[in-house]
């Protein structure tokens, strides 16, 4: 049974405000990322860490985010899916508000407890909130609203450096810049039960086994059309519904949309962007830029990548998936290998603006279009492995570059080496990523699953199929 396509949305206004609201929780990670660009001399002076401890220290601090979010693989598929999306979401940012009190103390140790602590509740939120948004989308929307997720945390990152101030000593100061994603916990929770209010009809139906609250979600976010549409595709496979654990995702024939959203993983993380997240001040010091131009070209940084993604929410569903992505890892390998030569040879002058391209691109390419891809062909426990590798890859290349710019390698190299991520990225996309734009889940999957199977229902969806786990 094929859904038809007009009149999706109950209305314009209810689809924009329920991606928003679900994606505003991850505003957070953004911030998280580029506020400690400028509370490290914060640190410095607070604990007192002379010039030899000021590497292993920092880069500690700032990539234990990144074992947070590494963590959640053990835990956020048994939340995501035993608690339901809105309880996850609520419970996660209750969480986050916890760890932003932390980093608000002077303590070094509770400082790292918070920021493990925001780290664990932002991983368990990139399971949910992709996947959520995806749910109570139709497909004819997937892209743009999936693309809210990317805007919710650029604009945290363009909040980070604009809030932000590495020269402020005042104690108040640097609290009130390392918890203010408090604020927006608490704005989010106010969302969840004023605008979202249901679960997913796709979790109620099919893992709480309550046709009738399915129905009250799939009238609350669908045009009367739609939500039957949906209700009825819901009845013909509930008989059948299964699990995929994490050993099926590691087999056929689950095994190619895993290994792709392996490599669009390593694209994202190894291609630079924790690193020049995390340390973008340090990087516009090394190009001779005086602090006042670096504050500057930090928040046009932040800016450039908030407008590359509200590209991807007009552009994703028109140009593709496909046509982004490998467009974009062509681009930003050209950035990145000129960067890291103009470096080399000291000609510093065009470097600033080199990287506003770069964030653009990414943005635009590469960044959010990475949660719409895994979102819509892995199941669960495949979005789970994908996000604890691109975690364990963010946290590698934070916690990597300030020993690389201290090595003989320098800043310059670690610049070509995610050029090499991106060319290696291209090779491999170039013949294994389909385009999917417009494509119902049911038309994905039939890209990369047996055809014997292509008859079978939503993998993606908790309404999936034993004998495709077999």
Known sequence: M?????????????????????SFSLFANGYAYSIYSNLQNHYKSLFGWDSE???????????????????????GKPMVDGLGRFRCMVATNILAAIGFILVAVESWPAILIGRLTIGIALGIQYNAVPLYIREITPNNYAGATGACVGLLITFGVLTGFS????????????????????ITTFLQLIALFTIIRYDSPQWLYSIKSDRA???????????????????????????????????SVIKKPFLKPLILGLVLATCQQLSGISAINYYAIQIFDVVGLSPAASKL????????????????????DKLGRRTLFI??????????FSIGIMINLRLMSLVPYLLLGYILVYSLCIGSLFYICISEILPTAGINLVIFVDNILG????????????????????????????AMGLIYCWYNMPE????????????????????????????VFKDIAT
């Open 436 to 463: 999917t734009k417009n494509l119902t889940l049911r038309q994905i999957n039939k890209l990369f699953y047996n055809e014997e199977n292509a008859k079978l229902e939503m993998v993606t969806d908790p309404v």
């Open 213 to 247: 609250a399915a129905v009250a979600s799939a009238v609350h976010f669908f045009s009367d059309e739609y939500a039957k549409s949906t209700i009825a595709l819901l009845d013909e496979g509930h008989e059948t519904q299964g699990d995929i654990s994490y050993s």
């Open 327 to 336: 467009n974009g890892l062509i681009i930003m390998g050209t950035i990145l």
């Open 297 to 316: 070209f930090s928040v046009l940084y932040g800016g450039f990548n908030v407008l590359g993604t509200v590209f991807l929410i007009f552009l994703s």
């Open 53 to 75: 401890r000021d590497t292993a220290a920092i880069s500690i601090t700032g990539s234990i985010l990144q074992v947070g979010l590494v963590i959640v693989v053990f835990i």
């Open 395 to 422: 946290f590698l290349a934070g916690f990597s570059f300030l020993f690389i710019k201290e090595s003989r390698i320098g800043v310059g190299g670690a610049f070509y080496i995610y050029g090499v991520t991106c």
């Open 2 to 22: 094929e859904v038809q396509r007009n009149k999706t949305y109950r209305s314009a206004l209810t689809m924009w405000a329920s991606a928003l609201a679900l």
């Open 163 to 182: 809030l932000g101030d590495s020269t402020a000593t005042s104690s108040l100061h640097w609290k009130f810049q390392a918890s203010f994603p408090l």
